[in-house]
Structure formats: C-alpha cells, structure tokens
C-alpha cells in the first residue's frame, strides 16, 4: 500500500496497534487513514448511529499535525491512530452529553485520560453514542435516537458504552474509550464480538469525574484485539504496570493456570443463561484444559445479597448524583427522572455505612483467589434485546428485565478488581457471545496474556459484520 492509497483494505479492521506501526513504518499516512475512517462513518453510521458527535475538522487538523510529526522522525505510541470517546467523558471544545439534552456548555478542556490519549498520539475522532445517563445496557434515548448493533440491525449493541462498541465492530474506529460502573464495557464488547478491559478500580485516570458512581465505574478500552486493550492500558495507566508494560505482558506465554470456571448466577439475581452463551463457558473449559491450564468448576464465594446490598444503591445514587450537575434536569426522560428519584432517596449515611463494608465483602467474593489464578463465568446471560423492547417502560420494571441478561458484570465492579471479556461465538441470529475472565486484583497482566493466547488459537478479529461489507 502506497502511503496515498485510499483503499485501506484490511488495515481499517486491523486494530489500533498495528495501525501504530503502519503509520510508523511510512506504509500509510495519518490523513489517509482518517478519511478512510471519515468515509466509513458517512456511509454506514446513518443506520447505526454509534456516534453522537464526529468531530470532522479538528481529527483531520490533528491527523495532519501526526503527520508532520511521523515525517520528522517522532514515535509515539498511537501518533496518528484514530480514537474515539464515549459521551460521558470530556472533549475540549464539545459538549459532555451524557446522551441528553439536558446537557451543559462544551468542555473547557479534556478529561485525563483524553489528554493521555492524546499525549500518546491519538486523534480523536469524535465522541461516541450512549443511553441517557449511561443507565443501561441498551443505547436508545429520546434525543439522539437508537444506536443498532452492526451484527443485526433489529437488536442493540449494549450499553452504556454502546456506540463505543458499534463503531469498533464496524470499522469506525480503531479502538473507543468506554465507562464501565456495571458492565459498560464488557456488555457491548460481548454483543459486538470484541475484547473489551474493566481495569482495576483507579487504574486508568477519571478525572475531572473522580468516584463516578460512588466508586463503581472505571474508564477502559472497547478494542479489536488484546494488544489493543494493552497498549491503551500502557498510554493511560496512572497505577503501577507489570514490568515491561502492558503491551509485554500479553505477549508473555501464561503460565500453568489455575482457573476456575462458574456459571452461578450472583444472588439474589434470577437469571437463565442461554445455549450459546453456557456453551462458550463449556467450551472454554475444555480448551484451557487441551492448552495445559488446570481447570475446576467452582463458584465465588457470592453474599446472598451482594448486588441489591452494595452495587444498587450507590448505581442509583451515582445516577442521582450525576443529575444534580446538570443545568436543564427537567429535559431528562421520565424514566431516567424516576431512576435519580431512587438515587435520591440514598443517604449520605446509608452510602457510607456501605461504602465500609466494601473491603469485607470484596475479601468474602476474593476467597476463591487463594486456590485459583482466574475465574471465567458466561460474558452475559443472554443475547441483547430487540431495539424498542423497553419503550414506554419505568425505571424499576426496566432494571429487572435488563439485570436477567447481564448478571455476571456489576459484582466486580464492586469488589474493583480487573474483569474481561473474550470474543467467542455466535448465537442463532448470528449475534456474538463471550466468556468473562476475572483476575485477582491489579493483575491484568494474567488477563491479557490468558486472552492473547485464546486469540492465537481462536481468532476473532478477522470476523467482521455483515454491515461492514
């Protein structure tokens, strides 16, 4: 490929790693590379709608600048690779939506993980669709309409980080930012067929919205591959990495690993895990088992009451609390305005009296990690639901309906520690499924390198959808 050839090919679906060396090695230039973006987007996101914003005239300002800066000589990281943002983090210059019109004036200036980014080279290309208030694990709001899942049009792509995941699976971007406070990574990254990192608790930087969700959520990679997710951990990390980084860890050969694998739905939640996604389980099990690793059944230790105890009342107070920032509330959706009416009835004191009890609990759940290295459960319980199926729904009647296809997220969010999801196969409309791997706390090293090599024996990035062609 000639540096001026518009026709990218596969380099649009190779991921943001590679796209790092091409750039480097001269074979494509970052103009280039962003129009065949550019295009891509104009063509295909009128029927996904995964971005809220593209921020056309500022990424192509930035990818000349890249330029210049590859043709003197510079190497970063991500110098020239297309990055997209989700919409609950800030921009300079853009509006922090939040998937609202209630929404306040643009961003003075970027939050910190855009200026790592940034710092590391990205261009950001624009900020990327999400449901109002990023409650949910669909994307479909009143403003900005539905985001649809490239792998069938009919259903959603998940939430909150939904657009996020729509525009990696499709070719819009290379990697995306996501937000994950109860499975807003891993839950799109399951139904768009990525690899998709909640990191450690305060291992990538929140600011200039620390203790989102009282201390739920985390900021982390919706990527192609895993070297994706371990470069972007590399460029953003403010907590110590393995030696080497993170880049070298998922390149390390794992060693034997002791890996439990569980498909106990956490207490009190009801859920029923379908057939293509407890086969991805099984499966799993069997090929760790032909690639050496010691592998079990067994379940965490899980509280009877874990979730409703500790993670509903400070999602619901988070959701509350994000409220109160906004300067028009009453342009919120009724369900989100009922949603924050719950948060609101959290105190200040019960939140406290919760937020002590985090390290027993995140002990009790961590029990399983004294004889085993990872714990693999079901990506989600179910397939994504159909676009609409929740019009005209409440708060409360839609959190139970949409908690039966998503059990396996929030209760590490809780306890903090890293959680990943694995591409894996396909359910009966052709929808992708995943296997979640949990690794002790801040060793993502363990993840990344366990999940590289389930890449190397079953590769998924070349699986691309049906939109896409």
């Known amino acids: 490929m000639t540096p001026t050839d518009p026709d990218l090919g596969d380099l649009i679906f190779a991921g943001a790693a590679?796209?790092?060396?091409?750039?480097?090695?001269?074979?494509?230039?970052?103009?280039?590379?962003?129009?065949?973006y550019l295009q891509r987007i104009a063509r295909l996101d009128p029927q996904l709608r995964s971005y809220r914003v593209v921020c056309v005239e500022s990424a192509r300002r930035e990818a000349d600048t890249a330029q210049q800066r590859l043709d003197a000589g510079e190497r970063l990281p991500l110098l020239g690779v297309p990055i997209a943002i989700k919409d609950d983090v800030d921009v300079a210059g853009q509006s922090t939506t939040y998937g609202s019109s209630a929404h306040g004036p643009p961003a003075a200036q970027?939050?910190?993980?855009?200026?790592?980014?940034?710092?590391?080279?990205?261009?950001?290309?624009?900020?990327?669709?999400?449901?109002?208030?990023?409650?949910?694990?669909f994307t479909e709001t009143v403003t900005y309409g539905a985001t649809r899942n490239p792998w069938h049009l009919d259903y959603a792509p998940?939430?909150?980080?939904?657009?996020s995941g729509a525009a990696v699976a499709a070719g819009l971007a290379a990697m995306a930012l996501g937000s994950d406070g109860m499975g807003s990574i891993r839950i799109p990254a399951t139904w768009n067929g990525l690899f998709g990192i909640k990191p450690q608790r305060d291992r990538v930087p929140l600011a200039p919205h620390d203790e989102a969700w009282c201390g739920l959520s985390v900021n982390g990679p919706i990527a192609r591959t895993v070297e994706d997710a371990a470069l972007f951990l590399d460029v953003t990390t403010t907590a110590p990495a393995p030696p080497g980084g993170f880049v070298a860890a998922a390149?390390?050969?794992?060693?034997?690993?002791?890996?439990?694998?569980?498909?106990?739905?956490?207490?009190?939640?009801?859920?029923?895990?379908?057939?293509?996604?407890?086969?991805?389980?099984?499966?799993?099990?069997?090929?760790?088992?032909?690639l050496g690793h010691d592998v079990v059944y067994r379940d965490p230790d899980y509280p009877p009451a874990a979730v409703y105890a500790n993670a509903l009342p400070r999602y619901f107070r988070g959701v509350y609390d994000d409220v109160q920032t906004l300067p028009r509330p009453d342009r919120l959706e009724a369900r989100t305005r009922a949603f924050a009416r719950i948060g609101g009835l959290v105190s200040n004191r019960r939140l406290d009296r919760i937020r002590a009890n985090q390290a027993a609990l995140a002990q009790r759940i961590q029990s399983i990690f004294d004889d085993v290295d990872v714990v693999i459960t079901p990506g989600t319980a179910q397939s994504p639901s159909r676009i609409g199926a929740y019009h005209r729904r409440g708060a409360v009647s839609t959190l139970a309906l949409v908690a039966a296809r998503v059990p396996f997220?929030?209760?590490?969010?809780?306890?903090?520690?890293?959680?990943a999801v694995v591409p894996w196969g396909r359910d009966d409309h052709g929808i992708p499924t995943s296997i979640q791997l949990v690794g002790r706390p801040f060793d993502e090293a363990t993840l990344l390198?366990?999940?590289?090599?389930?890449?190397?024996?079953?590769?998924?990035?070349?699986?691309?959808?049906?939109?896409?062609?």
């Open 251 to 290: 390149a390390a050969e794992p060693q034997r690993l002791r890996i439990a694998v569980s498909t106990r739905v956490p207490p009190p939640l009801l859920a029923r895990i379908g057939p293509a996604q407890r086969a991805a389980v099984d499966q799993a099990g069997a090929l760790l088992r032909e």
């Open 110 to 137: 970027d939050a910190e993980v855009v200026r790592r980014l940034r710092a590391a080279g990205a261009v950001i290309i624009g900020k990327t669709a999400v449901p109002e208030m990023m409650i949910w694990p």
């Open 18 to 36: 590679e796209q790092a060396r091409r750039l480097a090695a001269g074979t494509v230039t970052a103009p280039v590379l962003l129009d065949g």
């Open 409 to 419: 997220q929030a209760m590490w969010n809780v306890t903090g520690q890293p959680a």
């Open 158 to 163: 998940g939430g909150s980080s939904g657009g």
């Open 449 to 469: 390198a366990l999940a590289a090599r389930i890449e190397a024996v079953r590769p998924w990035a070349q699986h691309r959808p049906q939109i896409t062609r």
